[in-house]
């Protein structure tokens, strides 16, 4: 059982920044992949990115791509989205996840039925 907590949600201004953060309890990332996802309120939970354990592949949605950056923070055992150039759209709650399959640890997956375990999500708004 993996439990996951994510951190630095809040309200941004459009254009501006925020980054987040997400832990794992009780163990290290090492041999997952990692996945933040989105949800804003009537809409459907969202791919955002991920990054692979083997190699370290990141992946984006387009409408993300350039603006968010997701990395691995093996001193913090956590897993970063730096979110930049923040727009209104951007706004939902944000979630990460993580994925334990041969094929997700080696090229990373954006599909949510392939990851096991999720965090709670954190809210990030984003005022025009």
């Known amino acids: 059982q993996v439990q996951l907590v994510e951190s630095g949600g809040g309200l941004a201004q459009a254009g501006g920044s925020l980054r987040l953060s997400c832990a794992a309890s009780g163990r290290t990332f090492s041999n997952y992949a990692v996945g933040w996802f989105r949800q804003a309120p009537g809409e459907e939970r969202d791919f955002v990115a991920a990054i692979s354990w083997i190699g370290g592949r990141a992946y984006y949605a387009d409408s993300v791509k350039g603006r968010f950056t997701i990395s691995r923070d093996n001193a913090k055992n956590a897993v970063d989205l730096q979110m930049n150039s923040l727009k209104p759209e951007d706004t939902a709650v944000y979630y990460c996840?993580?994925?334990?399959?041969?094929?997700?640890?080696?090229?990373?997956?954006?599909?949510?039925?392939?990851?096991?375990?999720w965090g709670e999500g954190t809210q990030v708004t984003v005022s025009p």
């Open positions: 996840a993580v994925a334990t399959t041969e094929h997700c640890i080696h090229y990373g997956c954006y599909r949510s039925h392939e990851y096991a375990y």
